[in-house]
């Protein structure tokens, strides 16, 4: 949690919580509200805009609670991605071109000032192609989290900090977080069909193993063969492959798998 509060004071978060806040801010501050908005009432939030705050509330309470997410950072992010959503909405109808520029503030906060990495411990195994395989063979008992990515792919890069985030949370001796980097081991992408292409949409690529076998990935595909895109945010790993349920499942077997492991080294 402590190191949560440190990368709060990183720009990204700083920038993101004046961008969630900043309609409310201009709008609800004496003097300067008269500057910035008109009409009758200022310096006052009007019955849609009550109603649109309420509502967003409302969702970003239900979706955090949905996904069952641990840490402050998680609920962070989801809260930035509404509250911004909610703003160019309110600075939109308010005045476009007010919109047009928080829109741009917003994307260049985006793109020069993104999350930082996590100091929170990672707890991620990188396999080789091999050595996957042999874990999945001889390791039964463990269930696999892992992760296909390529070093040069800008997805893989974004998606690393989640997936370190993740394996911090969720790690147990039972429930490995591995990755494997398709590029020095393309064996690996050809088994698990991911496509390596500069115009591939598969990278990354997540997948859960549980007894040796594939249970879930993503992205995945339809009944006719197509591939259906996958947003790697936190949230939505944590909802595609059940992690809070599957932690628990192996949380609970722990015991068990710790006196199998025991009378192996004997």
């Known amino acids: 949690m402590w190191s949560d509060w440190r990368v709060m004071v990183s720009a990204h978060h700083v920038l993101n919580v004046l961008l969630a806040c900043s309609f409310l801010v201009f709008k609800l501050t004496p003097v300067v509200c008269e500057y910035v908005f008109h009409g009758p009432e200022p310096c006052e939030l009007s019955d849609n805009e009550s109603k649109l705050l309420f509502f967003v509330a409302v969702v970003i309470w239900a979706k955090t609670k949905k996904t069952g997410q641990r840490g402050l950072l998680p609920y962070l992010s989801t809260t930035y991605t509404y509250m911004k959503l909610l703003n160019l909405v309110l600075w939109f109808y308010s005045d476009p071109v007010k919109g047009i520029i928080y829109l741009v503030l917003a994307t260049m906060a985006y793109v020069?000032?993104?999350e930082p990495?996590?100091?929170?411990?990672e707890k991620v195994t990188y396999f080789s192609y091999q050595e996957l395989e042999e874990q999945l063979t001889t390791q039964r008992n463990t269930t696999f989290f892992v992760c296909f990515f390529a070093t040069w792919f800008p997805s893989s890069v974004n998606f690393a900090n989640v997936f370190s985030r993740l394996s911090g949370s969720y790690a147990l001796d039972n429930?490995?977080?591995?990755?494997?980097?398709?590029?020095?081991?393309?064996d690996a992408a050809q088994k698990y069909r991911i496509s390596t292409s500069s115009f591939s949409r598969q990278l990354p690529t997540v997948v859960l193993f549980d007894g040796g076998q594939e249970v879930t990935r993503r992205p995945g595909f339809d009944e006719k063969g197509r591939l259906v895109?996958?947003?790697?945010?936190q949230d939505n790993v944590v909802?595609?492959?059940?992690?809070?349920?599957?932690?628990?499942k192996c949380k609970d077997e722990l015991p068990r798998f710790r006196k199998i492991e025991a009378k192996k080294t004997k």
């Open 112 to 114: 020069w000032f993104p």
């Open 175 to 186: 429930l490995v977080f591995g990755k494997v980097d398709v590029t020095r081991h393309p």
């Open 117 to 121: 990495v996590s100091s929170a411990p």
């Open 239 to 248: 909802a595609a492959f059940d992690l809070n349920n599957v932690y628990q």
């Open 229 to 233: 895109p996958f947003t790697f945010t």
